[in-house]
């Protein structure tokens, strides 16, 4: 895998600079059921195509942003910092 | 006082103090300088809100992230935080590494020279990358991870010579 | 028979280098081969094949077949062919049992064939099975190529070098010399690679050439790592323009595996480069302008050409027939032809595995009967023969019959015979096929075997070549020592700044994920024991996780990561904490002490810190609270200070109070130590009166020094697990793992479910709905025998639990240890039985802390 990931601040960056930190998932807002909740923790979309994960420039800028990457071909279609998601 | 007195080895007397690099760097060649007892500052929150004083070197990492290379990091980060901003005094955490040579940077790490400064991989770790003219450069990465970096500079040095 | 001096020769005959094969004293020039001296002193076997130990000579002369690989100078499966002659080499025949020119292991040649069809083992050798592992060594002697000596003492540096390039141009022939000069026109940056000599001597300007460099395939991101022998420079490219140009192919016919069967391009070297007579008397059979180009050749250099033969002229019978492994006549159109040398040709094949890599498609190509690479990628090109521009339509027979072995692949001595075979046995597509009969799965990799053998395929099952496909092209294009891709060992290890203390004192260190530390300063870790009791002891704990988190919403934050609840820790205090994934388990622990208001100090485990640093931040990026988390891990060395005399010593070195009731269990205060400003903590995971010191990591081995001054002996790792454990405290990842939950691990007073929410809160309510499935909790063996980690607990002859930690602890007096049990075998007293080298020994459950379970001594 050496794929170039373009750091939204440092720019096209070899892939292995960076951490992984998964796909988004949207984590359940209060008293979920046990399902939701497995769901959340255990399960996965896991699609062959457009994903949008968590990516972090661990060995450079440390920035955490997120990046639309197509899973059959590395191709990296965006990639954008995250808006805080908090309830309120 | 302030809580993070605790941090700063300017807080501590001289005498007290000791490089990360020392014994790796016992008997470098010339051209290999020890900088791990030169001040840096951790940076965070609005960078265009940074003054500057004359000798200082701010490399920017995100808008909202940067590394101050000062001689006086106390005064630096009275500065800073006066401005608003947080200031860390990251002078123990990071060794550094002064070094010659741009095929010696490009066994190193994979950034382009013409791209720096920035940070990102070196020597299989994390690095801080700044060219100062020509083939001259400086390196700043983990105190913890300083012997390591030393060694790999010096064997990879070595490598050169003998080719 | 050496020329006389020709222009263009690559040889310098001013120079002589001698060298040995096997006892024999030889000589060559500089700028010959290994190949082409041996082949200029007579030598025409260059090697026994790989199964069936048939004599085999030159054939391609550029590096593509297996005929000429020799050991030299100890390094087996050498292409002598092009490695350049030095002074002083040693060369030895491969996979021969006596010599090159009579392996007794031709027996195998000529008796074995019944007995080694395609896929033998499977047949011969299946049964009985266990006999497998000594068929399996006789197969390894018997076959295969050079063998590795484990006594050669052998030492090379390679090194790793990152380049970088606008314009890459792989292959330095005519369409790449062109690409690199045109690309440089446009600027710099324009580097052009070829994995032979013939750049040397060249000059492009505004081009950097390297020659003898071999690109070994093209990965994602145009990577393309170009080996250079002792230097491996890893090319990123903007653009990669390929022209690797196309590779000659072998006709298959009875005798087509015969020494002195060469490909044109092989008597071209031979003649003109190296100034050698390629034989005496030649056949040229040629599907091809190109091959027939070759009768030229020859006879400029005064071989003697009796029969040409034009394939496109229609097809015809072909046999080759030799004494001693060596053509001496050739059967073709009816006609016998004496001869010692057949040039054949069966047209050229675009080398197109560097493209297929990169993601063309590629197709076979019904007006010529190649495959081509087509739809390249974007920042990918190719010029050249590569493409398929200026190959000639093929029009050689897949195979022509006749009597004797007609091989499809000389690496794996693969005949039409065994590809027949295999297609009657049902396999029945090429990627099968191809795993069935090992066709181009040799060292030429399918250079020149992969066309003949589908053509051969399409014959006999009678089907278009363009419905079998390919198989997959891989790298490397070419063998690449294993040392060259390694580089230089670099394995990034962490040392404390107090690192050299412990080497010093002598201590023995271990890994402890990724930093390096002392297990213990001698051979009984229990005098350290006694010492952290007794007296004083100092441990460095400088590998601690620390996070400082600031802001106005610090506080919210921890909250919400958290099951504790931090909101009313009062600056000054400390408080343990655990931190839960959003499934409810442990991830990791620490303590949180609260400095200022809106400033915190985090400590996590040591193997857990850049977890937790990830963990902290991403959250936040997902939350947006406003806070900063910075890690100091490394800006900050610390120091356990421990045992009943701690306060006297640390009194000595400061000047702040002290005493129990200015400086309480769980305080944080900032203190001057020997002139070091310090955070100190009082905790207590080792269960004595200690002092945890924080300070600037640059005075470690200073503070260190003065704390052994005072009296402190040093304690490793090793004497702090059985301390820690003689208090019942749990270790994260040592008796806990990724799905113990807090409420069975004892800890189910840690989260304050009152909390809006914080990671882990969903999980936690409704696991306390449920039945627990098992406890973490204390035992004590009833006899003086320490059991492993994970022995099993038996509970009515089923093993329904574990041991995650036992040590012999002189201070109780027993072996204690921390084990998971079923709930109903939980309760304190209650015996169980742990299974110990197929014994099963009684212990007692125990709860609480073994030693000093009021915890007055910590709290003194």
């Known amino acids: 895998m050496s794929f170039l990931l373009p750091c939204p601040h440092c720019g096209p960056r070899p892939v292995d600079e960076f951490a992984y930190f998964g796909e988004v998932t949207r984590r359940p807002k209060a008293s979920p059921t046990l399902r939701e909740l497995t769901d959340y923790v255990y399960f996965r979309d896991n699609v062959a195509g457009p994903q949008r994960e968590w990516w972090q420039h661990r060995d450079g800028c440390g920035e955490w942003f997120l990046a639309e990457r197509d899973t059959r071909t590395n191709d990296v279609l965006s990639v954008s910092l995250p808006g805080p998601s908090r309830p309120e | 006082m302030s809580a993070l007195d605790f941090l700063s080895p300017s807080r501590s007397a001289p005498e007290t103090l000791a490089s990360p690099l020392a014994r790796a760097l016992a008997g470098a060649p010339e051209g290999v300088r020890d900088l791990s007892l030169d001040g840096k500052v951790e940076v965070r929150g609005d960078l265009g809100r940074v003054e500057l004083e004359a000798g200082d070197e701010l490399v920017r990492l995100t808008p909202g992230r940067g590394l101050l290379l000062t001689e006086n990091t106390l005064e630096a980060i009275d500065g800073l935080r006066e401005n608003g901003l947080l200031a860390y005094d990251m002078t123990g955490a990071l060794a550094g590494l002064a070094f010659e040579g741009e095929t010696l940077l490009r066994r190193l790490t994979d950034l382009d020279p013409g791209a720096l400064p920035t940070a990102g991989g070196f020597a299989r770790v994390s690095a801080v990358v700044v060219r100062d003219d020509g083939a001259r450069f400086r390196a700043y990465f983990a105190q913890e991870l300083g012997h390591y970096v030393a060694e790999v500079v010096l064997d990879l040095l070595a490598g050169l010579d003998n080719a | ?860």
């Open chain 3, 1 to 860: 028979m050496r020329l006389p001096p020709q222009p263009g020769e690559l040889i310098d005959r001013s120079e002589t280098l001698r060298f040995r094969l096997g006892e024999s004293e030889l000589e060559g020039f500089r700028g010959d081969t290994i190949g082409s001296a041996l082949f200029a002193n007579g030598r025409r076997v260059f090697s026994r094949s790989f199964k069936y130990h048939r004599p085999r000579g030159l054939l391609c002369c550029s590096g593509h077949c297996p005929n000429c690989m020799m050991t030299v100078d100890g390094v087996p499966n050498v292409r002598v062919c092009v490695e350049p002659l030095r002074e002083g080499a040693v060369v030895t025949p491969q996979n021969v049992v006596g010599r090159l020119d009579m392996d007794f292991l031709s027996v195998v040649d000529k008796v074995g064939g019944p007995f080694t069809p395609v896929g033998f083992y499977y047949r011969t050798m299946i049964r009985p099975r266990r006999m497998w592992p000594l068929y399996e060594r006789f197969l390894r002697g018997v076959a295969g190529l050079g063998r590795l000596d484990p006594h050669a003492g052998h030492s090379r540096r390679y090194d790793v070098e990152h380049r970088h390039a606008r314009v890459l141009v792989v292959g330095g022939g005519q369409a790449g010399r062109a690409a690199a000069l045109a690309a440089a026109t446009a600027g710099p940056g324009v580097v052009l690679v070829d994995e032979g000599s013939r750049l040397c001597g060249h000059d492009l300007p505004g081009v950097e050439e390297l020659a003898l460099a071999t690109a070994l395939g093209i990965w994602e991101g145009n990577l393309v790592p170009v080996d250079c022998g002792t230097v491996l420079y890893r090319y990123r490219a903007e653009r990669i323009v390929v022209a690797t140009g196309a590779v000659e192919q072998p006709l298959v016919f009875p005798g087509n595996d015969l020494a002195g069967v060469m490909l044109p391009e092989g008597a071209r070297r031979l003649a003109r480069d190296f100034s050698l007579q390629p034989g005496s008397r030649a056949v040229v059979v040629a599907a091809d302008e190109h091959g027939l180009e070759s009768a030229d050749v020859l006879r400029e250099s005064g071989v003697a050409v009796p029969r040409v033969v034009d394939l496109r002229e229609g097809g015809h019978e072909l046999e080759a027939h030799g004494r001693r492994g060596q053509v001496r006549r050739v059967s073709v159109g009816g006609d016998s032809v004496d001869c010692d040398l057949l040039v054949v040709s069966g047209g050229l094949q675009p080398a197109y595995a560097l493209l297929a890599e990169a993601g063309a498609r590629v197709e076979y190509d019904e007006s010529r009967g190649i495959f081509v690479p087509t739809e390249l990628p974007d920042g990918i090109e190719a010029v050249g023969s590569v493409t398929g521009e200026g190959l000639e339509r093929i029009v050689a027979a897949p195979a022509y019959e006749g009597r004797g072995k007609c091989f499809v692949c000389v690496c794996e001595d693969v005949t039409t015979k065994d590809v027949k075979r295999a297609i009657s046995e049902g396999f029945d597509s090429i990627e099968l096929a191809k795993r069935y009969t090992t066709v181009t799965m040799g060292p030429c990799q399918g250079k020149l075997c992969q066309l003949p053998s589908i053509r051969l395929y399409a014959k006999e099952r009678q089907v278009y070549e363009a419905s079998i496909g390919s198989t997959t092209a891989r790298p490397p294009w070419a063998p690449v020592e294993l040392g060259l891709l390694a580089g230089r060992h670099l394995e990034p290890t962490r040392r404390t700044s107090i690192h050299f203390r412990h080497e010093e004192l002598g201590a023995r260190m271990m890994w402890a994920g990724p930093w390096k530390r002392p297990y213990a300063y001698g051979e009984k870790p229990e005098g350290e024991v006694h010492a952290v009791h007794d007296s004083l002891g100092v441990i460095d704990v400088s590998t601690l996780g620390k996070l400082l988190v600031e802001g106005p919403e610090a506080a919210d934050l921890l909250e919400r990561l958290y099951p504790n609840r931090f909101a009313d820790l009062k600056p000054g205090r400390i408080r343990y904490a655990v931190l839960t994934s959003d499934g409810g388990r442990i991830m990791d622990d620490g303590t949180v002490a609260r400095l200022a208001d809106d400033l915190y100090y985090v400590t996590t485990t040591s193997t857990g810190a850049d977890a937790v640093t990830a963990w902290f931040e991403w959250w936040n990026a997902v939350w947006g609270y406003d806070a900063e988390i910075v890690n100091v891990t490394g800006a900050l060395a610390a120091l356990n200070l421990a045992g009943p005399l701690a306060r006297e010593a640390l009194q000595r070195l400061t000047e702040a109070d002290l005493g129990p009731d200015a400086f309480r269990y769980l305080d944080a205060k900032h203190v001057d130590v020997a002139g070091v400003p310090c955070l100190a903590l009082r905790i207590g995971f080792v269960g004595e009166l200690g002092y945890e010191l924080h300070f600037p990591s640059a005075a470690g081995e200073y503070l260190w020094d003065r704390l052994v001054a005072e009296g402190a002996r040093p304690f490793g790792l090793e004497p702090q697990r059985v301390l820690r454990l003689e208090k019942g405290h749990v270790i994260v990842g040592q008796d806990t793992d990724s799905e113990s939950n807090l409420l069975s691990s004892g800890m189910s007073w840690l989260p304050k479910m009152d909390k809006d929410d914080f990671v882990g809160k969903f999980a936690l309510e409704h696991f306390a709905e449920r039945e627990e499935r098992e406890r973490l909790v204390g035992f004590t063996m009833e006899e003086n025998v320490v059991p492993p980690e994970g022995a099993q607990i038996v509970v009515d002859g089923w093993p329904s639990g574990r041991v995650t930690s036992a040590r012999r602890s002189e201070q109780v007096g027993a072996v204690i240890g921390l084990a998971w049990l079923p709930p109903d075998r939980a309760e304190a007293g209650t015996r169980v039985e742990i299974r110990v080298d197929r014994r099963l020994l009684g212990a007692r459950v125990t709860h609480g802390s073994f030693y000093d379970p009021a915890g007055e001594r910590m709290r003194a």
